[in-house]
């Protein structure tokens, strides 16, 4: 069933408007709202990617392959395959994630020729006030992308990720890499469904966790998956006081067949399933209104509940492709 998109605002964690607003929810929704693909300070970044950054940017690349190197066989040995498919493939967080550390920590005293050059350079335009941050977004409408922001420049460490014999590194002006952020969650939705071959449903099935887990994602090979449980989503949810997931759930209940279906698929969940589609829809809405943005105690279990149920499903339930 698609959702339909609906047009948002840029969610803000100091948005005075925010509902019931405490310093647990700022805290999450700052940090969970920090991964968004966007310029920041962008004219004085500028300037010091200019000074600094586009002069070295052979010697950059250099670095950054340099640092692939010596993690990848780390990761491989630690995690040598993500969704049955081997690593490199689906690890584009992960690898991060690595690099971003590595670069944030000191210097490698091993580095020499290129390498040490685009080490230097990125030193002096960390020191001179250059931003480097990791982001999650949309990439040129097709993928699930994290890369990271350094200046004005978009900085893929993990290219081969999707495409295994693509160069794993990728540095471009971040105004022409088409990287954009998630607006919604049928952004969310369309993206999934390019990218991994999910179809996404709302979660008319468990209301208690619709303000949180507003969708019901199904995978390629009929798998069913509470979420999106990731960071960035959680956060701009939240930060509209559950508007954005309300959105998702507002359109028709689910057909009672399919209703049907995916209730049997879930007896015996650890939390109380819907009697009826229209009963879920109207509960799952209802669960919006009335749930309280800054209770840190409801998020916490929300999530816990859902890794539950999430867990049984991973481990028990495959239905059919929905039609």
């Known amino acids: 069933m698609p959702l339909s998109p609906v047009p ?68 491989r040995d630690a995690h040598p395959t993500s969704g049955g498919k081997p690593y490199p493939l689906g690890q584009c967080l992960r690898i991060t994630e690595a690099i971003q550390a590595r ?21 002096r335009f960390v020191a001179a006030g250059g931003l480097l941050r990791r982001a999650w977004g949309d990439l040129r409408g097709q993928y699930f992308q994290n890369a990271m922001i ?22 471009l002006p971040f105004a022409s890499a088409g990287f954009s952020r998630i607006s919604d969650y049928a952004h969310y939705a369309r993206i999934a469904g390019r990218y991994w071959g999910s179809r996404m449903l709302p979660n008319h099935l468990m209301p208690e966790l619709a303000p949180y887990l507003p969708l019901v994602e199904v995978s390629v090979d009929g798998r069913l998956r509470l979420g999106p449980a990731n960071r960035y989503m959680l956060g701009l949810t939240l930060a509209a006081g559950f508007a954005p997931s309300a959105r998702a759930l507002a359109g ?72």
């Open 103 to 123: 670069l944030e920590a000191p210097a490698s005293k091993e580095l020499s020729g290129l390498a040490a050059e685009g080490r230097a350079a990125l030193d």
């Open 252 to 323: 028709p209940p689910l057909p009672p067949s399919l209703f049907a279906g995916l209730t049997a698929a879930l007896q015996d969940a650890p939390t109380p399933l819907a009697a009826d589609p229209e009963d879920g829809r109207e509960a799952a809405l209802a669960r919006c209104r009335e749930e309280l943005a800054g209770d840190e105690a409801g998020f916490h279990a929300a999530l816990a509940a859902a890794r539950a149920v999430n867990t049984r499903l991973g481990q028990l339930v495959a239905i059919p492709k929905v039609a």
């Open 150 to 171: 350094i200046g004005t420049l978009y900085v893929d460490v993990s290219n081969d990720t999707v495409v295994v014999t693509k160069p794993p590194v990728e540095i």
């Open 8 to 75: 948002s605002p840029r969610p803000s964690s100091d948005d005075p408007a925010l509902p019931a607003a405490n310093d647990w929810l700022r805290a999450y929704t700052r940090h969970a709202l920090s991964e968004t693909p966007e310029l920041r300070d962008t004219e004085r970044q500028q300037v010091l990617t200019e000074r600094h950054l586009v002069p070295a940017l052979e010697a950059l690349e250099t670095l950054l392959r340099r640092l692939r190197a010596e993690l990848d066989p780390i990761l």
